[in-house]
């Protein structure tokens, strides 16, 4: 059964097909700005349930797209470049494998509905230092 989420408003709203496991926190500018914790999955597991017309991107770069409510302003979801295989740490065979073209969907995990994120294990990424 997927797992719904929305903004506080209500006028972003996703389903995701996966159940979150982990959740991650990263500590770059962004991240820890935004105070996101996140899940990810492939894109054919996300659904965006409204017109994206109601959701706004920040982009600092066309690979990366954080989006969020225009409305009350939180933190929704991300559509960003893979890059699980920076979190090893071996950043030169990383880079070595990295595919722009592979894509990945962030959740913000405080945005889903119904859902008990604070089970989950959290894993820190230090995007601080790597990014």
Excluded at 25 to 35: A, D, I, L, V, W
Excluded at 105 to 121: G, K, Q, R
Aim: charged content about 20%; hydrophobic content about 35%; some cysteine.
């Amino acid at each position: 059964m997927p797992i719904t989420g929305s903004c506080h408003c209500g006028a972003t709203k996703f389903e995701i097909d996966f159940t979150p496991e982990t959740a991650t926190q990263c500590n770059c500018s962004f991240c820890t700005k935004r105070g996101a914790l996140w899940a990810y999955g492939d894109p054919d597991q996300f659904r965006l349930l409204t017109p994206i017309e109601y959701a706004r991107a920040y982009a600092r770069s066309a690979d990366n797209k954080h989006y969020f409510c225009p409305t009350c302003g939180c933190t929704t979801f991300s559509d960003n470049p893979d890059y699980s295989a920076f979190a090893s740490g071996d950043w030169a065979a990383a880079e070595a494998s990295f595919d722009p073209a592979k894509r990945r969907i962030s959740v913000n995990l405080w945005v889903l509905d119904d859902f008990d994120i604070t089970a989950l294990p959290v894993t820190h990424v230090d995007g601080k230092s790597g990014w």
